[in-house]
């Protein structure tokens, strides 16, 4: 773990791969969490929807019936509408909450408790309310076996036909005479969305791990390879070969480092070559001039000697031998010498 981390402080591509790759996968991350909540909104919603003109399919389906007071056709009617997979009950209450018609004979004429969940949708108000919306018409429940359901009330409003017919009398003030409630499962619904989810959950490890592999070759191909050829060209010049030149051949920002590395390397190799010319050219000049070495005083006198000055001559690259020479003609004490002085 601690060489990976010590990898990562010091590689400049790690910490942009790993940079990168975190901010794809929460942005990624939070694409697929929205987008499965939209699709999981949207298929309840339109599975809502259906639901909901399947009730008015059967409302307008047993309206004749209901106006001629046929219980048969209307039980026929809803009997055949429930074979239907997804449907799980069809119930008409009328206005007491008493079940009228329904897919499981032993439910006709049970009242309902009026505070129960399909009840209450409209008679959580005294008196209760006429007009209710959709949302407010829809529930999501649980059966005893686990199955998720739905139920969509529809409201069986009164009609000038049901409070002027013959066959039976409705006061023209009751504005509301039942309700139809449609309950249908929702593991279809629920299937689809989990096909939708493990899809989106798939489709985003598909982009994260596509994009984050492009990322991981642009990064490694563009930056990563170009600053190795960075640091062994350095590296090389630091050793003293002035003559190594860094090949990037891209037009960006590295392509001009290299080529400010690589005219950097030209001039201090010429520069060194000129100096490396201009000491040996003075070492030349040094090793081929001889030494005098005479005995002076702090003044820069020559010292009282009774037979002229030894001078000893050395050239540098040769052995060094001692010779004895004398002056053509005696130095003055306390002259200066020069080199006109010696013969």
Sequence with gaps: MIPILRRVRKSLATKLILIVGIILMLTISAWSYFSIAYQKEYLQQKFVAQTERLG???KLGAHYAMMLNARDDINQIINNIARLGEIRHIRIYNKEGAVKFTNHLEEVEQITNIKSEACFICHHTDPPVVTVGLGERTRFFTAADGQRLLGVITPIENEPGCSTGGCHFHPADKKIL????VVVTLAETEE???FMERGVIGLALVAFLVTSAIIFLFLMRFVNRPIQKLIAGTQTISHGDYSARVDVAQQDEM???????NFMCREI???QAELNRQRDE???LFNTVPIIITVQDRNYRLSPRPRGIFVITLTRGVSASASTARW???????SRISAKSRG
């Design 192 to 194: 689809e969305i989990l």
């Design 269 to 271: 190799g010429e520069k």
């Design 178 to 181: 039942g309700a139809l409630d």
């Design 255 to 261: 392509g001009r480092l290299a080529d400010a590395l």
């Design 328 to 334: 053509k003609r005696p130095l003055k004490t306390g």
């Design 282 to 284: 003075y070492q030349k």
């Design 56 to 58: 008015h399919t059967i």
